[in-house]
């Protein structure tokens, strides 16, 4: 199967029986640099390190089951359908080993990879992520409440969230593309996904992962703090912990610090 040059339009990989979109930059000879999105966003998400990386790399982003243009599924998934996802989208593009991105909830999937899929990574990049991200029954109470009420009901408060108040004052269009995206998701995919993310706990398996691993952490960010950053640093050997002056969507708010970690990392 051969890929080659930007797939603007975006294509889309049968997996377990659903469509997982994705889009790639750059040359596809190219080592392979895979981003995962967090929670609520799409692989939009990504595109200053796309279009900064994609001389370097070939750039794959997929939009995560149940957000974007992926599709969701009737039944419920885990952490590991999640990871699998990921495995099943370098089968179809053929790669054998790839780098991983993931911020927040794909930071989460990366961990599950580098526990579960090390032989499939070149290294780990894992960016506002915890082991564990929260207790269950806020996750749970979150999915039922976009169930019942949509998704209005989390885009409201999000930007709070994602971003520090400067950010919020001085890119206003960015906060409010990013909180449209979350308003356009399917809520019942979100919501599984809040499930998943309330049952994901890989406290005691992330000491394995063996994977050259960077992990960023942002200096404002309350949901996935510097002390979740460092407290993964300690146990998975061999890692270090860098951090960006940005709340949780750090990739986004700290864009140009960020990829620069991520290319001196990686390269």
């Known amino acids: 199967m051969t890929h080659t040059g930007n797939d603007t339009a975006g294509k889309t990989c049968e997996v377990d029986g659903i469509g997982l979109h994705y889009r790639t930059d750059g040359e596809r000879g190219k080592p392979c640099l895979l981003l995962s999105n967090s929670l609520g966003t799409d692989l939009s998400m990504w595109d200053v390190q796309a279009a900064a990386l994609a001389g370097d790399f070939f750039v794959v982003r997929y939009d995560t089951r ?11 998934f885990g952490i590991e359908r999640l990871g699998l996802d990921v495995v099943a989208l370098l089968d179809h593009l053929d790669i054998a080993r790839a780098a991983f991105c993931g911020i927040s909830m794909g930071g989460l999937i990366g961990q599950w990879l580098g526990i579960h899929q090390p032989r499939r990574l070149t290294q780990l990049v894992l960016a506002n992520t915890a082991a564990r991200i929260g207790a269950a029954a806020p996750w749970q109470l979150r999915a039922e409440q976009v169930r019942r009420d949509g998704m209005a009901a989390v885009a409201d408060g999000a930007a709070a969230r994602w971003f520090t ?14 909180t449209a995206t979350l308003r356009s998701q399917d809520a019942g995919g979100y919501a599984a996904c809040c499930e998943a993310l309330a049952q994901a706990d890989l406290r005691a398996q992330v000491a394995t992962i063996a994977v050259p691993t960077l992990i960023i952490a942002g200096e404002h960010d309350l949901v996935t703090t510097v002390d979740d950053g460092r407290w993964l640093q300690q146990r998975i050997a061999g890692s270090r912990l860098a951090s960006v002056p940005a709340s949780h969507i750090s990739n986004v708010e700290a864009a140009d610090l960020f990829t620069a970690q991520l290319r001196t990392f990686l390269l």
């Not at 149940?66 to 419920?76: K, W």
């Not at 108040?165 to 990013?178: N, S």
């Open 165 to 178: 108040p400067q950010l919020i004052a001085r890119e206003p269009d960015t906060v409010a593309r990013m």
């Open 66 to 76: 149940g957000h974007g243009q992926s599709a969701g599924g009737g039944a419920p």
